[in-house]
């Protein structure tokens, strides 16, 4: 997949190819935050005193990354969708341009906020070691969490791809579906049971595979840092519930480009 | 391990507990960085023109990262050592005030230099997909490497706590070899071929299993997105002997804090 070729981006194999690597990064970004407590302060608005800043500890360290991350381009990127869009910089950098892949309004769908809420809330207390505070560890743990609200956002926001993939394939079916605001109608189109349930199982393998260290796997207690069925519910419950939301988001405006 | 109870720090046993943790961190980030090609521009001194900086578009990146993550007291933490330390901020938050563990001139050792001297002439090109360079993807790369270098940079200098441990458990027998400038004698006693060897095969396990979606295990492609001899060599060459010379750097200044 390379996007300055908007043909290999469509390519609904490629599409797979990624979103299936993007489970290793999410994997691996979750086994890093495991080392730590659920951290309930990082997340609670006006915990802590920040100058010039309403907000929580995770907030005021994920945007001030999104500035040093944007100058560098970041947000250029049609997969990048940042969770501060009004707070970002102009790149230091002579722009990508790009070519156009994605409908117009596309930068218009983001969901990040409902992400970041699902995960501070469904996600946290399944993946962290244990409930409660570590103070020293705050600053750690931010930064796990930036990693794995990066890394989510971008999976979810992939959905963008698969629609107008799935758009630009039955143009016919899914104009009417779209004429007729039916919701329903797009949601089964988009859905593909028996692919959900490979990634779940997939999920589980690479759960057990990454989560626990291999020289002591026929040890008494290797047990994987983050459950293995854990990973398979984050993805049941919100990861692919949310693409499917971003996929019927898109295709509802989809006709404003036609 | 606790930093606010130095006991726990200075237990070899917590020490070589945390240093295996960190080689799935460090393996981790390394299959992450494999995504992309070796991409030297991102290292070239002026190759970007950056408004009132000379430097790298990695250095430029890190160095801003650098600054938000001291706000939130990245570095006050002992294990923690900046790349740019006449550039870091001070903290937004409270200090945590962490009990002495090292010797007071410890902040002093640093070799971030070093290490991204040798991780970018020797580790990059073990690691990347390829030779060569992707436009489009710089800044994912620039985010790896830094998340590359910050975790070698912390394992490296995690040599500090091995060397006071050891210094602590056998204080008359540094002391003379200190007091004799012994250089090859402070080497040959911090050094314990058996568990390197332990280390490098555990790295060649870990490697294998972390390093292949393992529903494609026995698929005829299933090559390891980083070879599991490079992770052993890496660590042979370049993260032993360099946590080897922190540790020797810091007992050669031991007496000065007696």
Known sequence: MDFLKPETVLDLANIRDALVR??????????????????????????????????????????????????????????????FPDEILPPLLPSINYPKILASFSDEININDLIKENYIEHIVPLISTGSGEQP???????????DNLQALSRRIHFGKFVAEAKFQNEREKYTKLIQEKDIAGIEEAITNSAVEERILLRL??????????PTL?????????????????????????LTKKVEVDYLLRRLEEE
């Open 22 to 83: 993007m489970e290793d990064t999410i994997i691996f970004n979750f086994l890093e935050r495991s080392q730590y407590f659920s951290s309930p302060s990082v997340y609670e608005l006006g915990k802590f005193e920040i100058p010039n800043f309403q907000g929580s500890f995770l907030d005021w360290t994920l945007m001030n990354l999104e500035r040093v991350h944007s100058q560098v381009r970041r947000y250029e990127s049609p997969d990048e969708v940042p969770f």
């Open 217 to 241: 796997k026929f040890s008494q207690n290797a047990q994987s840092k983050v459950s293995p069925e854990y990973l398979a519910k984050i993805y049941k419950d919100w990861v692919i519930p």
């Open 204 to 213: 589980i393998e690479k759960g057990k595979a990454y989560g626990v260290d």
């Open 136 to 146: 020293e560890n705050l600053g750690s743990c931010t930064v796990c969490d930036i």
